[in-house]
């Protein structure tokens, strides 16, 4: 079956600097691949998508996600952290087990220091 | 604009009651996703709706789940004889596609669920 692992349950990072939140996935095909962003009181956003073409996605917010499948990832970047980016961060893959649904990981929840 | 709603934000149920939440999609949108979030976890699929036909119901954990979308707006799903290990967040998602899992999923605020 299809899953997502998010290796990091939380991560610290110092306002301005660079982040790089951990995705890899199970998956034999071409997979569909999303992160989604969920903020306290706040429904989960869509910052990115990908499905084929360009492994270097960019999304909103000035994120950006490589698909490398090689090694079976779909890390979310961004170069520089605002504090207003402190939140749980989910990536997802589509399954086609048993009819299509999305198949979220546990999160990586993000910390931003002053 | 609206985005997708939910009613109660919060429900606190004693073990043995039903208890019945509400989702309201974004006008028109085709497809509708519930899921459930435990603590400390990923949403967890639960059942889908292409407008008013329920297309998919594996992630029900049991026949206590049920949902509806008669109309193919307004869905409800409702929770039988609730148990302790009932109490999450359960979310609500509407796309304006069809498939809608390949489209971005418009998600609601939630409702969380605590069974005493």
């Known amino acids: 079956a299809q899953s997502v692992t998010q290796p990091d349950i939380h991560i610290t990072v110092s306002e301005g600097a660079s982040l790089e939140l951990r995705c890899n996935y199970s998956y034999g095909a071409t997979p569909y691949l999303f992160w989604y962003v969920q903020s306290p009181g706040q429904g989960l956003q869509l910052l990115l998508k990908y499905f084929s073409g360009d492994t270097l996605v960019q999304g909103i917010k000035g994120f950006e996600a490589e698909f490398k499948r090689s090694q079976s990832s779909f890390n979310l970047r961004k170069p520089s952290v605002h504090w207003s980016d402190a939140a749980e961060y989910f990536c997802?893959?589509?399954?086609?087990?048993?009819?299509?649904?999305?198949?979220f990981g546990a999160g990586t929840r993000l910390f931003v220091k002053a | 604009g609206a985005g997708v709603s939910q009613s109660p934000r919060y429900k606190v149920a004693k073990r043995g009651q039903d208890v019945a939440l509400r989702c309201d999609p974004i006008s028109g949108h085709v497809s509708l996703f519930w899921y459930q979030q435990a603590l400390g976890q990923g949403p967890e699929f639960l059942t889908y709706?292409?407008?008013?036909?329920?297309?998919?119901k594996s992630g029900l954990p049991s026949d206590r789940f049920f949902a509806e979308r008669p109309e193919g707006s307004v869905s409800t799903l409702k929770i039988q004889r609730t148990q302790q290990e009932d109490s999450a967040v359960y979310l609500c998602?509407?796309?304006?596609?069809?498939?809608?899992?390949?489209?971005?999923?418009?998600f609601g605020p939630g409702t969380r669920l605590t069974v005493t």
């Open positions: 998602a509407s796309s304006s596609l069809g498939q809608g899992v390949f489209d971005e999923q418009y």
């Open positions: 709706f292409q407008n008013e036909a329920q297309l998919d």
């Open positions: 997802a893959v589509v399954s086609n087990t048993g009819g299509f649904k999305t198949i």
